[in-house]
């Protein structure tokens, strides 16, 4: 039984990791952090941390021993590391969840297996290969790196004048998998939370939109029928479901609309809270961050209503800038990482803006 007063190991120190921290020490936990860099923002907030490598066992297992339950804020945690983890503590969400996030090819079997719609794919491990899953899936398709994709990054579009073995180069000859190109409307996702008795509870699907590959608006609600919401929670809670899955997961769905007819398509999963679901953060009784605690605890989920209309737009590099200017706007609530360096395109902070729900 974790109670208030226990500790909470956070593997990575970024800025998820730092607003774990957050809504862990609000419920009155202690948080201890693990990560390779010294300048981690998640350190600054956080009872205790740990600079060590993922692969340094002797201090994963001290930190396991350590705290009550261990969590991570990014899905690249090596197997090994789960692994290790595991034989000394409580790991939530568990390795499988890891496991199957982190290859594409895993993923979309998984999901697929489970009778939920992904876009076509097929493994690619050569050039021959690519060609084969060329001439099943047509173009234009989407070549993508099994793992450590992120933002775009590992991933080659396809159209009929790409030459296959130009792509293949450019993808770097690394295990792939091609995927067929979802014409989409809009790309939205779920945010949801399990515990490990069972119980469920998701926020409102949200719509987001992307700058250079990188998230850049998330609006609530995403405009979609009452159906094609729910059909999103049932996804969302089938595959939590099999993965005996214990903390908060998001799922990218994009939203393909013909003849006037909505249908939801999973891109991805992503085994952590995530950025499509900071409008919570403000915008909604119980934040994302706050229910993956209470997830990973075992406590009774919070409430996951929404406050109003509610607008979160990521402030990228020199956007932060402007946080004088945001802190003075009425009903602007600003969160910033503690970053040091507005390097172009790193994450700075966000601001969630909530509005009246009719306006
Ligand atoms: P991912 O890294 O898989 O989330 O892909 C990044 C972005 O590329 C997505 O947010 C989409 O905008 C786009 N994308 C990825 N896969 C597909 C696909 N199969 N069809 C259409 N667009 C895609």
Redesign the pocket.
């Known amino acids: 039984m974790i109670r208030p007063g226990c500790t909470l190991g956070i593997l990575g120190g970024g800025q998820l990791g730092r607003m774990i921290a957050m809504a862990a020490a609000q419920l009155g936990l202690r948080t201890h952090i693990y990560a390779p860099d010294e300048n981690s923002p998640a350190f600054e907030v956080a009872t205790e941390f740990t600079i060590a490598a993922y692969e340094d066992e002797a201090n994963l297992v001290r930190f396991a021993k350590a705290v009550d339950v261990v969590t991570y804020e990014f899905e690249n945690v090596p197997s090994e590391t789960a692994a290790t983890l595991s034989a000394h503590a409580l790991l939530a969400p568990n390795a499988q969840a890891l496991a199957v996030s982190q290859d594409r090819f895993l993923e979309k079997s998984f999901i697929a297996g489970l009778g939920i719609a992904v ?1 076509p794919f097929a493994p690619v491990s050569t050039e021959a290969e690519l060609a084969e899953a060329l001439e099943r899936i047509g173009r234009p398709a ?1 070549l ?1 790196t099994r793992r450590f ?2 933002d ?1 990054k590992g ?1 080659v579009k396809i159209t009929p004048e790409t030459d296959p073995a130009a792509a293949w180069e450019e993808i770097g000859r690394a295990a792939s998998i091609l ?4 014409p ?1 409307e809009r ?1 939205v996702s779920v945010v949801a939370a399990r515990t490990a008795a069972g119980a469920f509870a998701a926020f409102d699907l949200c719509a987001n939109e ?1 700058r250079y ?1 990188i998230l850049d608006t998330t609006r609530v609600p995403a405009g979609v029928s009452p159906e094609t919401e729910e059909q999103a929670f049932r996804i969302a809670r089938s595959i939590a479901e099999a993965l005996d899955y214990v903390g908060v997961i998001a799922v ?1 769905l ?1 939203l393909v609309t013909e003849d006037g007819t909505e249908r939801l398509v999973v ?2 999963i992503a085994p952590r809270v995530h950025n499509s679901g900071h409008w919570t953060l403000g915008g909604a009784t119980t934040s994302q961050f706050e229910q993956h605690v209470r997830a990973v605890c075992g406590w009774p989920l919070g409430d996951t209503a929404r406050l109003g209309r509610v607008e979160m737009k990521n402030l990228i590099g020199h956007d932060a800038d402007a946080w004088e200017e945001i802190l003075a706007e009425p009903g602007a609530h600003l969160h910033l990482y503690g970053k040091t360096e507005a390097r172009a395109g790193r994450k700075m902070g966000h601001v969630t803006r909530v509005f009246p729900e009719a306006s």
Do not use: D, R, S
Not at 179 to 182: H, K, L, P, Q
């Open positions: 876009a989407v993508k994709g992120y775009g991933q995927e067929g190109f979802v989409f790309e992307h590959h990218e994009f891109n991805e």
